[in-house]
């Protein structure tokens, strides 16, 4: 907790550690409130620090000291002082190696913040990324000091049976009073960020894969008794990720035993500590009657994201934490590339962008923006954002556009030898890339000290008699914090040509014949010429979403829809259908405002009736076509967003739609609602996507057919995607067997945390009136625990998140509530709280009325004493 103004750590002020760490042996003494750590840091100075001086200073916090002794001789007050986050020892050899012994106690129970070492239902685990090792016990708690630890761990056998940490199990045996140990020795030297323990009664489900060079790995699932029949998916989804890396980027696994264990309590999804993965049980646990669609490819998606990590992350780590993009844009980037390569590339990539446009977009425009190397910052755990994540992966991305595919893969294999045991810097990730392919990127480096998203402004002019298409596009990127004046960014931008028939149109630019190409945009304004045009052509600009930019390009409708149905490439296709409806629904929100009738335009229905009348082979993708932009994608594209406004325009086309098109709806539906439960190919979950799309626009009508309709659904699922989808429609509907439906769920999936997880999260999301009384309401459920993150996300992150008519009611009890819960939140569990405040970060973004309202309770948490870092950071940067 806070008791001065917090400190700001600057990027400017890295200096190399001045000591290093040669050698840990931690033993634990576990106990679930009891917990005793004794280390042993074999230590000497480091030859390349440059700063002079003989005392050392180590990391930690809210540790109970019980002895230290130096080289074997205890240490009195006078040698050493402690205050709140270090402890500095007033002399250490400089000539030589010499050794800190320490002994010291922690209380995982008491640890409701869910970092250093914790308590999780009855099992004991940790979680070190970022700082949390420091409160395990006093050491070097930074990313460039790489140490080869051995662990022993020692507890109760009845209530511990299974003892496990990094790397290979060494020895084992039994202790008196019914307890026992186990050691642990990790040969790869590694920053103490991935370090772990997990200590429970734990089941393990186990499997082996054989690597490329024949090595057999061991692979463990440990999970809960009552969980072992969700572990499948998981397993296999882990061999997937091991052959994807190995046939993608050549890298094999190192050790010969790979471990994840699932906990119910965790503040985000996963962790890659070295050999020892802790997951969030969301992203392990799946069976078809208990995980959806979707749950089943994040769970692919996160179990690769954190192996991928073993090279990017592990075993070429980050210097500090301002490179955290480094291996975690990177990794984001794998784990989108293997989930496309399970799935489909182009569903893969619409999802990615959409969320990337509707959350890191939102970020960058708030007070909140940052770059994807972030120059300074309060607390670290602030900086696990969309943006460091999400737009970080972006970067990624255009570097592999612009190098090509084997350019990318040269730089990456020249990165992995060259810095392979190192922590490096997002500096080498792009020296690599530039040496392997001779190339000089120094204006791309600009993405990653620049915030904000660029804006493209497009316009084009056919000459028909020269036959030419002339194109200017000019960039430019708003201000953000710290950053008024922006230089131009390299941007790539991939495009292609549409001739009448909707065919390809061939061109010549630089001389050469092409289809498509991707223009290099480096200038604040640039003009391009195709030739040999002989028919204006349409423009399908910025393919594959090539870069994270905002296009301002005027289209008609009439192109739009031509586009939706022709254009070859996948992301614009569907790009040009969701800015179709855009433009509509911002065309009935100004009627709106001026009290006007409402009219659907009938492009719209057109494209949508001979979409649902076209074949398909994409089910999946055929859904997303049918799927209208998010409100909160709409709210971001407004300059005053006004909430209301946006659901009702959209429900309107929603319904306009449904009356106009029941009939194909019933019939697509129908054609794809089969029971094959369980079954989880492409076109199993294709047919489940579609349906479910049509199932929503029936529900619009509100009529006794639909409602049968959907209630059937609802009873007769046997998966959980059939019947959330079913639930979901019922609960944003006046459905009559609404109360009882949610009931029947509660009855059915009680024993389900992740189960019950939606039915909280469906709720508190609802648009029904009456909502914010649920929610409220929820709170005092038995099955509610301001303790577990899951549930805070699922009640208090969706009423915040993901319902923007509730949380924004005009009079503000939505704002007074997640300030309630923001400040209940920051003494339990200050990383969770923190996350809650940023919906109130883009409180500039609303009307007068509402923007007051919100700062009111912005400036009520910042006032308050005894605030965590983590909430005192977000909140105060969004006041300036
Ligand atoms: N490195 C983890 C990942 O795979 C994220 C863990 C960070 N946790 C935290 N509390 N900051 O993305
Ligand atoms: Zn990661």
């Not at 949508?608 to 993708?621: R, V």
């Amino acid at each position: 907790m806070r008791d001065a103004t917090p400190q700001t750590v600057y990027l400017k002020d890295y200096t190399p550690p001045e000591y290093l760490i040669d050698s840990v042996e931690l033993d634990f003494d576990l106990d679930a409130q009891h917990t005793q750590v004794n280390s042993r840091l074999t230590m000497r100075r480091n030859p390349e620090s440059a700063a002079a001086g003989v005392s050392l200073v180590l990391t930690g916090e809210e540790l109970e000291l019980i002895s230290i002794q130096l080289d074997g001789n205890p240490l009195t007050e006078s040698d050493f002082t402690i205050n709140l986050e270090t402890m500095t020892i007033q002399q250490v050899p400089q000539q030589r190696a010499f050794v800190i012994s320490i002994e010291n106690r922690i209380n995982p129970k008491a640890n409701t913040a869910l970092e250093g070492l914790y308590l999780s239902s009855s099992m004991l685990c940790t979680q070190c990324e970022a700082q949390g090792f420091r409160k395990i016990t006093w050491f070097l708690d930074r990313p460039d000091v790489m140490t080869r630890f051995k662990t022993t761990l020692s507890a109760d056998k009845t209530q511990y049976p299974v003892l496990l940490s990094n790397g290979n199990k060494i020895g084992h045996g039994d202790l008196a009073n019914n307890r026992h140990w186990v050691s642990w020795e990790d040969p790869f030297a590694k920053p103490c960020y991935l370090f772990a323990l997990v200590a429970g009664q734990l089941e393990c489900v186990s499997d082996s894969f054989t690597t490329m060079s024949g090595r057999e790995i061991a692979l463990e699932i440990f999970v809960e008794q009552h969980n072992v029949d969700k572990c499948a998916h998981a397993m296999q989804s882990l061999k997937n990720a091991m052959r994807w890396d190995e046939d993608s980027y050549g890298l094999e696994y190192d050790l010969d035993l790979y471990m994840i264990v699932a906990v119910d309590h965790f503040n985000m999804g996963a962790m890659e500590n070295k050999g020892l993965n802790v997951f969030n049980t969301k992203f392990v646990l799946a069976r078809p009657d208990t995980a959806t669609d979707s749950d089943y490819e994040h769970i692919e998606g996160v179990i690769g994201h954190e192996y991928f990590h073993n090279w990017s992350g592990n075993r070429v780590t980050c210097r500090d934490w301002f490179q955290l993009s480094l291996k975690e844009g990177f990794t984001v980037f794998r784990d989108q590339q293997f989930t496309g390569d399970r799935t489909s590339q182009a569903v893969k990539r619409i999802q990615d962008v959409n969320a990337l446009r509707t959350r890191q977009f939102a970020e960058d425009a708030s007070p909140l923006a940052h770059p994807i190397r972030p120059e300074a910052y309060i607390e670290i755990n602030n900086f696990y954002t969309l943006t460091v994540y999400e737009k970080g992966a972006e970067v990624v991305r255009m570097l592999q556009t612009l190098l090509g595919a084997e350019g990318f893969r040269k730089g990456c294999d020249l990165y992995f030898q060259r810095h392979d045991g190192q922590a490096v810097t997002c500096e080498d990730f792009v020296n690599a890339m530039e040496a392997a392919n001779g190339v000089e990127l120094s204006q791309f480096r600009r993405w990653y000290s620049q915030a904000g998203t660029p804006v493209l402004t497009v316009s084009q002019h056919y000459d028909a008699d020269a036959q030419q298409l002339h194109l200017t596009i000019q960039q430019s990127c708003p201000p953000t914090p710290h950053q008024p004046d922006k230089a131009p960014l390299h941007i790539p931008v991939k495009l292609g040509l549409l001739a009448a028939d909707g065919s390809p149109a061939t061109f010549v630019i630089n001389g050469q014949q092409q289809t498509d190409i991707t223009l290099n945009l480096t200038e604040a304004e640039q003009s391009f010429v195709f030739d040999e045009l002989a028919e204006k052509p349409v423009l399908s600009l910025l393919r594959g979403f090539s870069a994270p930019v905002n296009l301002n390009m005027p289209r008609s409708l009439e192109e739009l829809a031509f586009l939706f149905k022709h254009d070859s490439d996948t992301f614009n296709r569907w790009e040009a259908g969701q800015q179709l409806v855009v433009q509509v629904i911002f065309g009935l929100i100004e009627d709106l405002h001026n009290h006007l009738p409402l009219h659907l335009n009938a492009l719209v229905v057109e494209a949508f009736h001979s979409l649902l009348n076209a074949e398909a082979d994409d089910l999946s993708y055929q859904a997303l076509l049918l799927t209208l932009p998010d409100e909160s994608y709409l709210a971001g594209q407004m300059t005053v967003i006004d909430v209301d406004a946006i659901h009702h325009a959209r429900e309107f086309v929603k319904t306009t739609l449904a009356h106009a098109l029941e009939d194909d709806f019933n019939r697509v539906y129908l054609i794809h609602h089969r029971d094959e439960s369980g079954k989880f190919d492409a076109d199993a979950i294709g047919r489940r996507r579609l349906k479910n799309a049509c199932l929503s626009y029936l529900s619009q009508l509100e009529s006794s057919d639909s409602y049968t309709l959907i209630l059937a659904q609802f009873e007769q699922a046997h998966n959980m995607t059939d019947q959330m989808a079913a639930l979901s429609v019922i609960v944003n509907s006046q459905h009559p067997a609404k109360a009882s439906c949610l009931d029947k769920f509660y009855q059915q999936w009680q024993q389900e945390a992740l189960v019950i997880d939606k039915w909280f999260a469906l709720q508190a999301s609802s648009y029904m009136p009456n909502t914010f009384a649920t929610v409220q309401a929820l709170m005092q459920h038995p099955a509610f625990d301001m303790k577990t993150p899951n549930r805070v996300r699922a009640l208090i992150g969706a009423f915040s998140q993901a319902n923007p008519v509730h949380f924004h009611a005009k009079d503000g009890e939505g704002y007074r509530f997640l300030a309630d819960q923001v400040l209940a939140l920051n003494t339990l569990n200050p990383q969770i709280a923190s996350r809650m405040v940023t919906s109130l970060a883009q409180w500039r973004r609303y009307d007068k009325g509402r923007q007051k309202l919100m700062k009111q309770q912005l400036q009520r948490i910042v006032m308050t004493e005894q605030l965590s870092k983590d909430v005192y950071e977000i909140a105060s940067k969004s006041l300036a």
